[in-house]
């Protein structure tokens, strides 16, 4: 069975840090672009990060760019998503999602995905 499961997620105060962590089960995902989309209430999902099977090449929503981190490890089949600085606008559900097939900003694109974790900001 294929899963995503996400974790780290909390409730923070503006300009606290979270790390999210991304773990895939049943098989790699190595040759695969992973992505981070979020989603609040009554929102669409929205395009976070994401990361290049060999993470030569990275992607990050202008809303958190230079704020938030993209990272992995194809030997631990580990994605994470570093957020810095949060802000009450960055409140929303994180979901991981896996294997592209489309635009990497097109959270259609994606087959695999996980349930969420849920990151509140407090101000």
């Known amino acids: 069975q294929v899963q995503l499961d996400e974790s780290g997620g909390g409730l923070v105060q503006v300009g606290d840090s979270l790390r999210l962590s991304c773990a895939p089960s049943?098989?790699?995902?190595?040759?695969?672009?992973m992505a981070w989309f979020r989603q609040a209430p009554g929102k669409d999902r929205e395009f976070v990060a994401a990361i290049s099977g060999s993470s030569d090449t990275v992607y990050y929503a202008d809303s958190v760019k230079g704020r938030f981190t993209i990272s992995r490890d194809n030997a631990q089949n580990m994605v994470w998503l570093q957020m810095n600085s949060l802000k009450p606008e960055d409140t929303a559900v994180y979901f991981c999602a896996a294997q592209r097939q489309g635009p990497y900003y097109a959270a259609g694109g994606y087959r695999y995905w996980g349930q969420g974790t849920q990151v509140t900001v407090s101000s």
């Open positions: 049943g098989r790699t995902f190595s040759h695969n672009t």
